[in-house]
Nanobody, 122 residues
Framework: VQLQASGGGLVQAGGCLRL?????????????MGWFRQASGKEREFVST???????YYAVPVKGRFTISRDNAKNTVYLQMNSLKPEDTAVYYC?????????????????WGQGTEVTVSS
């Protein structure tokens, strides 16, 4: 299974970006997907997750600003990030579980993408 994340970049505070994660070589439509991020010098943290039915859950710091979605026909999960803040600067990773259920714990995810870097300038 390969997860290919893309869409990162440099943006000013208040701006927006949309991350994409394309999954190939494995099941997508019936598995939960998640986004995590890791800032320099910090531990990886949960951002958002989506179940196979489209149920979503967000970390408190991004709730109301980020939206996770999935397109099962394209085997792709998205993370729309609005009202970006400098503290959102991190490498963002997409990940796949091998179960229907969502999770906020990185250890519950089996497959990981390579990460895409997001930098928000003040």
């Amino acid at each position: 299974v390969q997860l290919q994340a893309s869409g990162g970049g440099l943006v000013q505070a208040g701006g927006c970006l949309r991350l994409s994660c394309a999954v190939s070589g494995g099941t997508f439509s019936t598995y939960a997907m998640g986004w995590f991020r890791q800032a320099s010098g910090k531990e990886r943290e949960f951002v958002s997750t989506i179940s196979w039915t489209g149920a979503t859950y967000y970390a408190v710091p991004v709730k109301g600003r980020f939206t996770i979605s999935r397109d099962n026909a394209k085997n792709t999960v998205y993370l729309q990030m609005n009202s970006l803040k400098p503290e959102d600067t991190a490498v963002y990773y997409c990940a796949r579980r091998t179960t229907y259920y969502t999770s906020i714990f990185s250890d519950d995810y089996i497959d990981w993408g390579q990460g895409t870097e997001v930098t928000v300038s003040s």
